[in-house]
């Protein structure tokens, strides 16, 4: 079955979103900081740690809309347990789009996909139009479903409409600042992914991609890969160059999450007060303009005390919005809404439209609430990625107080970041700890990160470097929004990423870019 994730929006966080804006994706030597090794081809599938190596692909034609003509399709099988390499096999869908100059083709580029819960299945076609003719010539472009999605073997928490609302999948607190029904969801949602999922669900982690990861690599006959991450996929990215680093080619990773084992997911949730705080003066700055046709006040700092105040005014007298999941436009939803929009200077128009239908009472944009086939899919991964991966605290109490503590000090948030998730009853205990990143391994990392990125924001990117010690060089862009390279137009950090892909020069040190 194939699920149009396109039409859910979805962002790098631990639980996965689709916006409500109707505007609004064994060990070689190693390497020196400019020379990574060349991703040569091999004969046969280079069998690995993961087991025995996996069969060569049967390429086919992709099916769906607006795809490139050469993208081709097709599936492979891996464990359901690792600890069986020969027992149980699921199935993982891979695509790829063919060096479009062959005489140029130096390996495979793979297209990790953040989330978790997002897919880069399409990504050949869709991600591989925007890269410079010089990469798509160097490389294959490669994409995949991971593990419980789409057409990969799927999973599902079997969810009621309700709870598939982002607003109620993320835990904002109540108006007041309560949290007991976010525990209450988070209880049935727990309940229902482990009543649902089965054992593929159960087998979803950060170090199974890896390990899934390597076995597409192994299919592919690649004795080395490439890839590019972007948010959560700079995780996965990192735990695999962690677990496999002599498979590593050029491996870029955009939008960093912190890889501390202490803050892996819950860690990366909370990220987000801050992330949102850095990246909110750009909208206001943007929202006050005195040439833009959506302008919303006379000078940036009024921008603040307007969303706030209308924030409130929408917890204390929602106004309904048919056709949207919830069916009204309330505090939480603007929140939200201001959330997804940071996320791209695109979406700002969009955002501000919003905030003037909810401010005058004029009619409210149609709503773009995605179908809950794609939400059902993606939620089951991502909460199963997260709550796989490590254990969450379950003090009901300690997490009134830290909403507490956040909703004064980071209100834009209002202390959802910080709140109880359907981690914290989750059954099932970690099959294994986090893979802690060092600096053991190739220095082939190259890390590009906006200053001020509302999902992932740079507080966490430096803890990713940190981690990664002499193995990365850290590019920062002066820019706002989630992902940088061919996403902002900065034409520094692209062609710092470009000469990495295409030529292997990495930058001999950290660098940064300045605003364009």
Known sequence: MRIDRRKAALVSTPVLAASLLATIVATAPAAGANDTAHGTRTGAAHATGTGAASAAPDWKP???????????????????????????????????????????????????????????????????????????????????????????????????????????????????????????????????????????LRSISTANEARDIDRIRQALGERKLSAWGESYGTYAGAVYAQMFPGRTDRWVLDSNDDPDPKRVARGWLANKATGVEDA???????????????????????????????????????????????????????????????????????????????????????PNTPPDEAMQNTTAVSVATICNDVSWPTS???????????????????????????????????????????????SNVLMIQNRRDPSTPLAGALRMREAFGGRARMVTVDAVGHGVYRANGNACGDATVTDFLVHGKRPARDMACPAE
């Not at 006050?288 to 924030?311: C, G, I, M």
């Not at 409130?312 to 939803?333: F, M, Q, S, Y």
């Open 62 to 200: 992709c099916t769906g809309d607006d795809l490139d003509p050469r993208q081709e399709c097709a599936t492979i099988s891996v464990p359901l347990d690792y600890a069986k390499p020969r027992g149980e096999q699921i199935t993982l869908a891979i695509s790829r789009v063919r060096s479009e100059r062959p005489q140029a083709r130096r390996g495979t580029l793979l297209l990790i996909p953040g989330g978790p819960g997002g897919s880069s299945i399409d990504g050949p076609s869709t991600t591989g139009k925007k890269l410079p003719q010089s990469v798509r010539d160097a490389y294959d472009i490669v994409g995949f479903d991971p593990r419980g999605m789409g057409g990969s073997t799927p999973v599902t928490c079997g969810l009621g409409h309700d709870d598939l609302a982002l607003v109620n999948l993320r835990p904002w607190p109540d108006a007041d600042g309560g949290i007991e029904r976010n525990a209450t969801t988070g209880r049935r949602l727990a309940e229902a992914c482990a009543r649902n999922g089965g054992p593929v």
């Open 396 to 442: 009901i109490p300690g997490y009134q107080r830290a909403v507490a503590e956040s909703r004064k000090s980071h209100p834009l948030t209002a202390g959802m970041p910080v709140n109880v998730s359907p981690c914290s009853f989750w059954p099932y205990a970690p099959k294994e700890k986090p893979v802690r990143i060092t600096p053991d391994g190739p």
């Open 280 to 366: 909110f003066p750009d909208f206001a700055a943007w929202a006050a303009a005195p040439d833009n046709p959506h302008r919303l006040a006379d000078s940036a700092a009024e921008v603040r005390p307007l969303f706030l105040k209308l924030a409130a005014r929408l917890d204390r007298e929602p106004i309904p919005w048919p056709g949207a999941n919830p069916a009204e436009l309330n505090g939480n939803v603007l929140r939200q809404s201001l959330m997804e929009a940071l996320d791209s200077k695109t979406h700002f128009p969009a955002l501000a439209q919003l905030i003037r239908a909810a401010r005058d009472g004029s009619p409210l944009p149609a």
